[in-house]
């Protein structure tokens, strides 16, 4: 029954709120909110939100925004906070993944300086240095990934050429 899923609160009680929400910007916030389908107007005669009563007290009519659209949208609305939830997950162990690679690369490369074993160890630098150049400020899963992959990989050639020396 949608009548029991019309909300009709004022703009005034809105912008509380929505801590102190300018009355354009709710506005403009409720229209997008209709376009995208979320909720749906319920308009009365002259544009005012309101609910009618009857004796009893029980709402027989009320304008406002019907809430219904979101109810039936409800599970789908579940599935993308899901996603987008697994998505920043994801993200946060790449990111993680891609430090620690970092940290280690950098730390084999100054003890091989300071250890002075022999290598082309300011190519390794160079090459470092523009892995590192190529990680966006605002980065996605997608773009981090294969710069993890890259640095594993530094980091293997940097441990065998540390492990060929240890071995001579």
Known sequence: EERGLIVFPSNAQLSLRARGMTPATLRRHLGVLVE?????????????RYARRDRAGTVGEAFGFSVAP??????????LAAQAVADRELLRAIR??????????????????????????????????TLLARIPRVATAEELAPLVDEMGLLRAEIV??????IKT
């Open 36 to 48: 995208a389908g979320l909720i749906l107007r319920k308009d009365s005669p002259n544009g005012k």
């Open 70 to 79: 979101l109810l039936a949208r409800a599970v789908e609305i579940e599935n």
């Open 96 to 129: 993680e993944r891609l430090t620690i690679c970092r940290r280690d690369i950098s730390k084999l490369i100054a003890t091989a300086l300071e250890e002075e074993v022999s290598g082309d160890w300011e190519g390794i630098s160079v090459m470092f240095r």
């Open 160 to 165: 065998n050429l540390l492990e060929r020396q």
